[in-house]
């Protein structure tokens, strides 16, 4: 069974309430329906009307972000403006416990979805950062773990030093393993250099986070640094880097910076024709942004994916 059917069943028994801001747009409108017809989690579609519509909601949720954010000089006044934004008030809700998730972003850009997200929701406790994890699904059940990989992170930091990078790879080993059902996640650390063939700064700060997340996770299987083929080719592994216990079988790609994660995530999503979606990692609550390219499916997955988290 593709993972995503796997996902929809697990959302289907976990019942879980998960709210779409972006409610008057058509591919979400359907996916809700889709979600709501399959019974894969209950759906909450808001409007600018909507959320205009319920006074007391809105005085409760102002107060709650004025809270939240008054140490940041937001003011009341401002607080009460920002949550009759949808955006804003899904992320209330899940805030609140009024919503166990949200979806967002066939309209809105991934920087304007994950702002109110990072300043509402936050990092949950013990994680460093947020980034996200890309689930790559390929036909090829030969690669990755059964056609099954992870590729973080292409989302959310455009460049992480050597300590953030190292918890970038510990949560990505840990969706993998609690949302792909990857049993044992087999990390590499990407870069352009395999265990010293290069030397270069960019090279040395891989090096450092591999260091660092052997030392966040000594039981994780982790390795780096290592060039792409050296993480998947068992025969170019055997050559670079010999006796390592995750090149040429890794099913965990962790990239050295967005550029680098955000362009491999589409030349193979585009040119490997590989099935992806994105989750976010280390929100205290689930919030997933979506492609703005996105179809209703890839809305309707993401959904289940959201429940499946909460
Ligand atoms: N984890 C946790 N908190 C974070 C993170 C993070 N990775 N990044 C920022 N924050 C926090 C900050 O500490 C700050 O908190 P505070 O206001 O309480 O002090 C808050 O979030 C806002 O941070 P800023 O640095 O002011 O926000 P910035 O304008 O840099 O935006 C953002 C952060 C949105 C994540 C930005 O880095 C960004 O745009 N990233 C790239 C998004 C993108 O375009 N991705 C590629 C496309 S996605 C696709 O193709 C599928």
């Not at 066939?106 to 702002?115: F, K, Q």
């Not at 406790?125 to 292409?154: H, Q, T, W």
């Not at 930091?157 to 044992?184: Q, S």
């Not at 024709?273 to 492609?291: H, M, R, T, Y």
């Amino acid at each position: 069974m593709r993972l995503t059917e796997i996902l929809k069943e697990k959302a289907k028994a976990a019942k879980r309430r998960i709210v779409l801001p972006e409610g008057d747009e058509p591919r979400t409108v359907k996916a809700a329906e889709i979600v709501r017809g399959e019974g894969i989690a209950e759906t909450v579609l808001l409007t600018a009307e909507s959320v205009a519509g319920d006074k007391a909601k809105l005085e409760a949720y102002a107060d709650a972000l004025y809270e939240i954010r008054k140490a940041k000089g937001l003011s009341r006044e401002k607080a009460a403006e920002l949550v009759m934004d949808p955006m804003y008030y899904g992320m209330m809700m899940v805030k609140e416990g009024d919503a166990d998730g949200l979806v967002s972003g066939a309209v809105h850009s991934t920087g304007d979805m994950l702002r109110p997200a990072l300043q509402v929701i936050r990092t949950a406790p013990g994680m460093k950062l947020v980034s996200s994890s890309f689930i790559m699904e390929s036909a090829n059940r030969a690669v990755g773990e059964d056609g099954l990989f992870v590729y973080a992170d292409c989302v959310v930091n455009p460049c992480p030093d050597a300590e953030g990078l190292a918890h970038i790879a510990v949560a990505a080993a840990e969706t993998a393993r609690k949302l792909c059902g990857i049993a044992e996640p087999r990390v590499a650390m990407l870069s352009f250099s395999t265990k010293g063939s290069a030397n270069h700064e960019l090279v040395e700060k891989v090096r450092s986070a591999v260091e660092i997340a052997h030392g966040l996770r000594p039981d994780l299987l982790l390795d780096g640094e290592l060039q792409f083929d050296a993480a998947v080719v068992p025969s170019v592994a055997a050559l670079k880097a010999p006796g390592s216990k995750v090149a040429g079988r890794a099913n965990v790609f962790v990239f050295p910076d967005l550029q680098a994660g955000n362009i491999g995530y589409k030349i193979t999503q585009r040119l490997g024709g590989v099935e992806c979606f994105a989750v976010l990692q280390g929100l205290a609550k689930p919030c997933n942004d979506l492609s703005r390219g996105c179809s209703v499916d890839d809305i309707v997955s993401t959904v289940a994916a959201t429940a499946v988290q909460a």
